[in-house]
């Protein structure tokens, strides 16, 4: 008989992998299809492992649980422990408050309130999912059955009107902008200036988690409760510290990940002083009701989040492309972005836009103790450095930092640019020197299990064009690539050379042309590579696209290859991935 439990489990504080034992790797899949995380099984909610790698760092054969270390522990004895027991308990009491206060009817509570009972009971048979996953569950629940879609809209707007009124009041004022008792000597202006920021940005972290502020019955805290916290400040601050220097002559792109209404109009001032600072930042709500958690849609009837946004850009499109997000950053210094979900941090269920926001940082900063429990209570490393605080019970502030991972690599645009540069340098030469620019887009990861098949062809071929046409400047992609650079990185840079006006001839990829390429390596081809020819690939397609609109700028170049027409039928490529989305990349 198949043992349910696996016998090796995974070792702590490394990120649970695939291919160690047989029933572990089934116990994994069947704890993710139990979430609705698997990407294979639900592709259009759950990111691919592309995405995923744009955000956590993961060998080929790890996956990534979104929970604490310790919760995923006591899931994998599928026993009702009793810290899983309290964290459902908790789940289904928040629910419950929810329709004893907006469902008046007693036939329509009584069936919400027996729907959620039948699925907290399911989930304590073998507790498998993750409790934020069955708050996601009951919450949708409630929401669907009641008809509503926000019971917490005005709560939040309440919470940033008591904010509010507290920062105009003059107690804040002198809280906030206090001299210090002991100025910090200084050899220069800019370094004094330094200091104050980074002092008014304590201040301002301090006082967004003090929610005596706007729950309850607004009882404002004095300077005497900023001074207790300021006066054990977390050391952790100082890895912080020594980032946002802007003396580095490093100007960050902030991703910042608030937590509660209220504390958020403390988060816009702390944002207003890092824009201050020279930075950018990319502030992330949530997309739809998730209890006191701000939602992207707030500012609707909110007059006093309007205000605090008004010269904010709101970027509502969930799937924009590398190219599009980076033009948003370099002309808004304040972008607001929802992460797509209406849960807890679930880099499974982020939007495109989210995962793509994470990407391009330097700095994620996560806000409230479900953002530190999901980013650094966890042995998953991610891509990029992550900072998190929360309230401590009673006046303390804890703050963690966790360093992106060793082997994470970024190439920021101004490298990705450069390399752009550098190909159009030798296409400018090249026209100088009186030869044609021919470009090359080929199949290179749109067969699967093929990509070094696909390089090693195109390669071949390219060779063999350039001994024909000796008098032609091949560009040949497979050329350029260089290791740590993902689909985005590749179509940026492409865009860049693909847009310069220099190209007079452009090929795209026949299947006379794979054929040949076998032919050239030695080998016959395999029935994978039947048929296949550019239009197989997402890539070439938007490259088509591309050179179909370059076209209409110069009408002298000539593109060569298969129908433009058939290009169309294909899906936009796959999120960080080398092919189409509705493919099986392996």
Request: proline share 6%; glycine share 6%; hydrophobic share 40%.
């Amino acid at each position: 008989m198949i043992q349910e439990v696996p016998s090796v489990l995974p070792v702590p504080g490394q990120a649970p992998r695939y291919g160690v034992d047989p029933i572990l790797d089934a116990w994994l899949l069947h704890f993710m299809t139990e979430n609705n995380l698997e990407h294979s099984i639900d592709p259009e909610k759950n990111a691919s492992p592309e995405q995923l790698r744009f955000m956590v760092a993961l060998a080929p054969d790890q996956i990534y649980v979104p929970c604490t270390d310790a919760m995923f522990g006591h899931l994998l004895t599928e026993q009702a422990d009793p810290l899983v027991v309290a964290e459902y308990d908790a789940r289904l009491a928040r629910i419950d408050g929810l329709i004893d206060a907006f469902v008046p009817d007693d036939y329509t509570r009584r069936k919400i309130r027996t729907l959620c009972q039948l699925k907290y009971r399911q989930a304590l048979v073998k507790p498998t999912l993750i409790p934020s996953r069955l708050g996601k569950r009951l919450n949708t629940i409630f929401l669907t059955q009641s008809g509503l879609d926000d019971p917490y809209r005005e709560r939040r707007r309440a919470a940033n009107r008591r904010a509010f009124a507290f920062i105009q009041s003059e107690t804040f004022r002198g809280m906030l902008h206090a001299c210090p008792t002991d100025l910090p000597g200084c050899g220069s202006i800019p370094e004094l200036r330094h200091v104050l920021d980074l002092l008014e940005l304590k201040r301002l972290f301090a006082m967004s988690v003090m929610p005596e502020v706007w729950e309850g019955d607004g009882a404002c805290p004095g300077p005497e409760a900023l001074d207790a916290v300021m006066e054990s400040f977390p050391p952790e601050f100082s890895r912080l510290e020594t980032m946002l220097d802007p003396r580095r002559g490093a100007r960050l792109k902030i991703l910042y990940l608030i937590d509660t209404a209220g504390g958020v109009m403390f988060d816009l001032l702390a944002v207003r002083t890092l824009l201050r600072m020279g930075h950018r930042v990319m502030l992330a709500f949530k997309e739809g009701f998730y209890f006191e958690a701000p939602t992207i849609w707030d500012t609707d009837g909110d007059p006093i989040l309007d205000t605090a946004l008004a010269d904010a850009h709101f970027l509502t499109d969930q799937r924009i492309t590398k190219n599009e997000l980076l033009q948003v950053i370099r002309e808004n210094p304040l972008t607001v972005i929802s992460d797509g979900t209406r849960e807890r941090l679930n880099l499974y269920r982020v939007s495109v836009t989210f995962a793509r926001a994470w990407k391009e940082a330097d700095l994620v900063v996560a806000k409230g103790e479900r953002n530190h429990r999901r980013l650094i209570l966890t042995s998953h490393q991610f891509t990029r450095d992550v900072a998190a605080f929360y309230r401590l019970p009673g006046d303390g502030l804890r703050f963690d930092f966790k360093p992106r991972a060793p082997g994470a690599v970024s190439f920021t645009e101004a490298e990705i640019t450069a390399k752009a540069e550098e190909i159009i340098l030798g296409m400018r030469q090249a026209k100088t020197a009186g030869r044609s620019v021919m470009f090359y887009s080929a199949i290179i990861g749109s067969v699967p299990g093929q990509t070094k098949v696909a390089i090693e062809l195109v390669t071949a071929f390219v060779a063999y064009l350039r001994r024909k046409l000796p008098g032609v400047y091949i560009i040949n992609p497979a050329e350029h690539f260089e290791e740590g650079m993902d689909a985005d990185d590749l179509m940026f840079m492409w865009e860049k050379v693909q847009r310069s006006g220099l190209i007079d001839v452009w090929r795209f990829q026949t299947h006379f042309d794979i054929e040949k390429s076998f032919e050239l390596i030695g080998r016959k081809a395999p029935p994978v590579w039947a048929g296949k020819d550019a239009t197989f690939s997402t890539g070439c397609t938007k490259e088509m696209r591309i050179a179909l609109s370059m076209q209409q700028r110069h009408r002298e170049m000539q593109i060569i290859g298969p129908d433009p027409e058939k290009f169309f039928r294909r899906r936009e490529y796959g999120v960080g991935r080398f092919c189409d989305a509705g493919i099986d990349c392996g």
